[in-house]
């Protein structure tokens, strides 16, 4: 439809109709024959308002939708088609490792491919949007929605969120490819305090801007059709109604002219953070904050009306709002045809193809970190030793994660499925052993029956009788290798813990199983990172895998037997103890700097029962390789606006490795406190047996840009340390000067 055509249309809406596009209601609210009436009596919307709504929440698959929308077009007087939403976060069909595992692949060209096929499947589905890519960026692993971050520094997740963006959308001169993207959660979700769900986020204008904003600014940049709150408050404010972030922020400096849309339910929330005394006044500062879309509450249909009758609300607000969410249809466009060319048979050949599963082996492959291996225990090597595969999820097929909600664990492979395919019968056995936890009660903050919770653990004979199995087993086994991790509803949304270790059946059973003295390997699987300080001194070998999607099992064994040579690196670091929480590598310089020459004992920045230093840091990971850094150097000592960095890296080793060269600046002295390290270029290469490669990288003037003391983003001339190694903790230095 043509511009003029559009404007013509939003001008024939009565006010009833243009409040309905602001409007997003579940496919609960709708039938195939008449409008359900459960629903809209529970939420107080009428029988009218869901007539006129303009978008509809995760209903997929595009029989269904398309049942919907028929009826909604014929009972409709301007033919406005339907906005269907969903969350698809990382993945629809064939469902691809965590976020938190992709940000480990420090590798977003690759990710750029993994959201094409987001954005393929989702489309053959009669998906329009999908409520993606999560950007937040995450420093607190208590956290339970760190599973859908990318992970804890800005330029990988800025990297990351271009990556994703212009991977959904696909975006071509004839219009998307794939679906709109919707980024979430604006803004600074992820810093909530004590890392507990729904939170209070409170810092300095200074902190949002030069760590939080980056992400969001990336996607916007990239093109993402819509923005989602996020239910935090910041600056004392929530955002869904924060005019200062959607308004200051993000409209007015970034210019984006997209649709902004609730959290789920958030307009009504904020009568529950106590800025709103009713649901007009909620109403009326969402609308002023220019949140165009009400998420599942009835606030803007039962409000924005009255409000316009007593003159509190401009009315150029709700126009504004209305054109761009008809704009959006427009891009997609669905007045054309509201199923974007999408059948039955078409969604069925798009569905989890074989290409589709090859990808996600790769990446699930190339998310796995290998954070420690004894003696090189591994690779190991198929049918040399009897291996005897425990835990409980060895046979477990539920390897997707909490928010893979259209996947099916039907489709994926098992650990158990992924190592039976290269052992033979005489060298392996598998004895689950011991419960995934020893109690499931928490199971019913998610809707679970009595019934569900009393079937979902094993009775105490059963635990008895399965562990008795695995000693025995593991008498006749040389390799014992332990699937163990976090029951799949410990993280994500609403899974914020306080005791982020291994639950505690599964570390009784290891210590029962460490008895027998063999040979052992942890499968690590959570949503988050875990405290591993007792593991590193009980296994051989650890592999962190999160939940790693469809193809899980065959990705492992790849890592297993040394077909592909690990190579994930940690985008967020792992905790020596959960009392270090917040931990992140480019914490601020103190007065009192632990190390020092100039301060000693006790009066430094320290714990007295820990150290300050994560278990395992950001960029952290080993390979079955040994790669070796040396010469590092710059071609020249004072910088006016560019210089070139070089390093020589060498596969000191037969096996061909992929190997991440991570590039972090110190500014020694700027006018406010800066960060000891920070990361700001990256390559991932490929080494073959004992080779060497001089790897180059171009540093800009720009790339060492900050909030300053008067808040320009800007440089002062001074001293500079540049770093360049394996992580952010094993470096080589060299200094240079940036020069007026």
């Given at each position: 439809m043509r511009e003029d055509e559009l404007r013509q249309l939003l001008e024939t809406l009565t006010?009833?109709?243009?409040?309905?596009?602001?409007?997003?209601?579940?496919?609960?609210?709708?039938?195939?024959?008449?409008?359900?009436?459960?629903?809209q009596e529970k939420l107080g919307i009428s029988k009218e308002d869901v007539k006129v709504t303009g978008s509809v929440l995760n209903v997929t698959g595009i029989e269904n939708?398309?049942?919907?929308?028929d009826k909604y077009l014929n009972d409709s007087r301007n033919k406005i088609p339907l906005l269907f939403m969903a969350d698809i976060i990382y993945g629809y069909r064939t469902i691809f490792p965590i976020p938190l595992g992709l940000g480990a692949t420090w590798n977003p060209e690759l990710i750029n491919e993994v959201y094409k096929i987001v954005g393929e499947e989702s489309r053959s589905a009669g998906v329009h949007v999908t409520y993606a890519p999560m950007v937040d960026l995450v420093r607190d692993a208590r956290w339970g929605r760190s599973l859908e971050s990318t992970g804890e520094d800005v330029t990988l997740n800025n990297d990351f969120a271009e990556a994703m963006v212009t991977g959904i959308q696909q975006e071509t001169e004839d219009?998307?490819?794939?679906?709109?993207?919707?980024v979430k959660h604006f803004a600074a979700y992820g810093a909530g305090e004590g890392g507990r769900e729904y939170n209070t986020v409170d810092m300095s204008e200074r902190r949002l801007r030069q760590d939080y904003l980056g992400s969001y600014k990336a996607a916007i940049d990239a093109g993402s059709k819509l923005v989602m709150t996020s239910f935090n408050t910041y600056d004392g404010m929530p955002t869904t109604g924060n005019e200062f972030l959607l308004k200051k922020i993000l409209r007015d400096e970034w210019g984006f002219e997209g649709v902004v849309i609730s959290d789920y339910a958030a307009v009504k929330e904020l009568i529950d953070h106590g800025v709103a005394k009713d649901e007009k006044e909620a109403t009326l500062l969402a609308m002023k904050a220019t949140n165009d879309i009400d998420m599942k509450t009835r606030c803007y249909a039962t409000q924005l009306e009255p409000l316009l009758k007593e003159g509190k609300l401009d009315s150029e607000l709700i126009n504004q709002a209305v054109w761009r969410v008809l704009k959006l249809k427009n891009d997609l466009g669905l007045f054309e045809d509201p199923y974007r060319g999408t059948t039955v048979t078409k969604e069925k050949e798009t569905l989890l193809t074989e290409d589709s599963r090859s990808l996600a082996r790769k990446v699930s492959s190339e998310a796995i970190v290998l954070l420690q291996n004894k003696d090189d225990i591994l690779p190991l090597s198929p049918n040399k030793e009897k291996i005897l595969l425990v835990g409980p999820y060895g046979d477990k097929q539920d390897l997707i994660g909490l928010w893979a909600v259209h996947g099916k664990t039907a489709d994926v492979v098992s650990i158990k499925d992924g190592l039976e395919e290269r052992l033979s019968k005489e060298c392996f056995n598998f004895e689950k052993g011991c419960d995934m936890l020893d109690d499931y009660q928490f199971l019913g903050e998610f809707g679970a029956t009595k019934e569900q919770i009393n079937s979902?653990?094993?009775?105490?004979?059963?635990?008895?009788?399965?562990?008795?199995?695995?000693?025995a087993a593991g008498e006749n086994a040389d390799i014992i290798i332990f699937a163990m991790g976090e029951h799949t509803m410990q993280s994500g949304e609403a899974g914020s813990r306080t005791d982020i270790r291994l639950?505690?059946?599964?570390?009784?059973?290891?210590?029962?199983?460490l008895v027998l003295n063999k040979k052992n390997?942890?499968?690590?699987?959570?949503?988050?990172?875990?405290?591993?300080t007792e593991e590193i001194k009980q296994m051989d070998a650890i592999l962190q895998v999160w939940f790693p999607g469809t193809e899980g099992g065959h990705a492992i064994s790849d890592i297993l037997f040394g077909d592909v040579n690990p190579s994930g690196r940690l985008s967020m670091s792992f905790p020596y103890h959960i009392g270090q929480l917040p931990i992140y590598y480019n914490e601020f310089k103190t007065g009192r700097p632990l190390n020092s020459e100039s301060h000693k004992g006790r009066f430094v920045t320290k714990y007295l029962d820990s150290p300050n230093a994560p278990l395992f840091p950001f960029g952290f990971g080993l390979s079955y390789s040994k790669v070796k850094y040396s010469e590092l150097t710059i071609d020249r000592e004072e910088m006016v606006d560019s210089l070139v960095a070089k390093i020589t890296v060498t596969n000191e080793s037969e096996k061909e490795t992929l190997e991440t060269i991570q590039l972090y600046i110190q500014d020694v002295v700027g006018s406010v406190v800066r960060p000891i390290k920070e990361l700001k270029k990256y390559k991932k290469i490929k080494l073959l047996s004992n080779e060497s490669k001089v790897v180059e990288f171009h540093l800009k003037k720009e790339d060492l840009f900050y909030y300053t003391r008067s808040m320009e983003y800007s440089v002062e001339a001074g001293e500079f340390i540049l770093f360049i190694g394996r992580n952010s903790a094993d470096c080589l230095s060299i200094n240079f000067k940036l020069i007026d």
């Open positions: 006010w009833k109709e243009k409040i309905g596009q602001l409007i997003q209601l579940s496919g609960e609210f709708f039938g195939s024959d008449t409008l359900a009436v459960g629903p939708i398309k049942k919907i929308q219009g998307l490819k794939g679906i709109a993207s919707c979902a653990g094993m009775t105490q004979e059963e635990k008895e009788l399965s562990l008795n199995k695995a000693l639950p505690e059946i599964q570390r009784n059973f290891i210590k029962e199983m390997i942890l499968i690590s699987l959570s949503g988050r990172p875990l405290v591993f």
